[in-house]
């Protein structure tokens, strides 16, 4: 299976071509903004370093958040318009999922802390034998409390200074994730509405 994977929901823009469970061509680039700009590129990039065309792909693999808002729409936008010119299905993953993957095989109950820019993070609970909790927005002192409540638990995510590989893991999940699921649709998943100002309106001087 050949599998594109775009993740651009963080503090950097990464994509790569998996194939059958290793990455072949992979590249990624920290930045807080900017992925509107540099992601077709490093994509195209990637395509050609793994020798192959978009026709070839089984599956697009995008990251869909939490995470930068306008990062997210940026890789679900170009993902979707690949897949739509490609004739591929796009699969849509959720960072909490491919944190947890990333440290489901210790077996320990796993809390996935996740960036926000705002004083709430973005925090959902992995139990080792129940089911995982829903997302949460919390404070540094709330997680805090939960680490002291739950001494042994395991804390992952961009807050926790990891080396996952995102678009591996990203591609993994895709490899075995059924398109027309709800879960794995293209979609932003967006945790809090996005900060907008709006302009003060002037009343007119004119009678």
């Not at 651009?8 to 061509?25: E, F, H, K, L």
Request: glycine fraction near 6%; include cysteine; aromatic fraction near 6%.
């Amino acid at each position: 299976m050949l599998i594109l994977a775009l993740d651009s929901c963080g503090a950097a823009c990464a994509t790569g071509v998996w194939q059958d469970g290793v990455m072949i061509a992979s590249a990624r680039e920290d930045m807080a903004r900017g992925q509107d700009a540099r992601l077709m590129p490093m994509l195209m990039d990637v395509m050609a370093q793994a020798k192959c065309d978009f026709a070839a792909l089984d599956k697009i693999a995008v990251t869909r958040g939490p995470g930068s808002f306008t990062g997210s729409r940026v890789g679900l936008a170009a993902a979707r318009g690949i897949g739509l010119a490609a004739n591929k299905s796009v699969i849509g993953i959720d960072r909490f999922a491919i944190y947890h993957a990333a440290h489901a095989a210790i077996g320990k109950d796993i809390l996935v802390v996740i960036e926000s820019k705002r004083a709430e993070l973005f925090c959902k609970f992995f139990p080792a034998q129940n089911a995982p909790h829903e997302f949460c927005l919390w404070t540094e002192a709330q997680i805090a409390d939960f680490i002291a409540a739950h001494p042994d638990v395991i804390i992952a995510g961009d807050r926790a200074n990891g080396d996952e590989d995102i678009v591996k893991i990203c591609a993994d999940l895709a490899a075995h994730a059924d398109a027309m699921h709800p879960d794995y649709q293209p979609r932003p998943l967006y945790l809090r509405a996005p900060d907008v100002s709006f302009p003060t309106a002037k009343a007119s001087s004119a009678r």
